[in-house]
């Protein structure tokens, strides 16, 4: 059975660069069923999408909204896949998930089309 761990630190300072790290484990993350996903969730509003790689070939999707702060990147000598958001701010605390979906799916953005989660870790940006 396929688990997600998210990693990384809880505490960051505005201005610097947040990266947590995603390892999965009880399966391929190179599997091309799949594709893998960062999400977050600010305290008392919904889950928001910021990106999506599919690990194959490396290719990346982002949130329009991010898509100037963020990168998603792969490690191919490990079960992983990494999350950096520049230039954050208080208003990127958050928990920040990862995930799976099926590569065939075409809403990468929609919090339902994911079938495996991490437990969630929480970060914290102090201005």
């Known amino acids: 059975q396929v688990q997600l761990q998210e990693s990384g630190p809880g505490l960051v300072k505005a201005s610097q660069t947040l990266s947590l790290t995603c390892t999965v484990s009880g399966g391929s993350i190179t599997e091309n069923s799949y594709y893998w996903s960062w999400f977050r969730q600010p305290p008392g509003k919904g889950k928001e999408w910021m990106g999506t790689?599919?690990?194959?070939?490396?290719?990346?999707y982002y949130n329009p909204t991010l898509k100037r702060r963020t990168s998603i990147s792969r490690d191919t000598s490990k079960n992983q896949f990494t999350l950096q958001l520049n230039s954050v701010t208080p208003e990127d605390t958050a928990v920040y998930y990862c995930?799976?979906?099926?590569?065939?799916?075409?809403?990468?953005?929609?919090?339902?089309?994911?079938?495996?989660w991490g437990p969630g870790t929480q970060v914290t940006v102090s201005s």
């Open positions: 790689i599919a690990y194959s070939t490396g290719v990346t």
């Open positions: 995930a799976r979906i099926r590569y065939d799916s075409s809403w990468y953005d929609n919090p339902s089309q994911y079938d495996v």
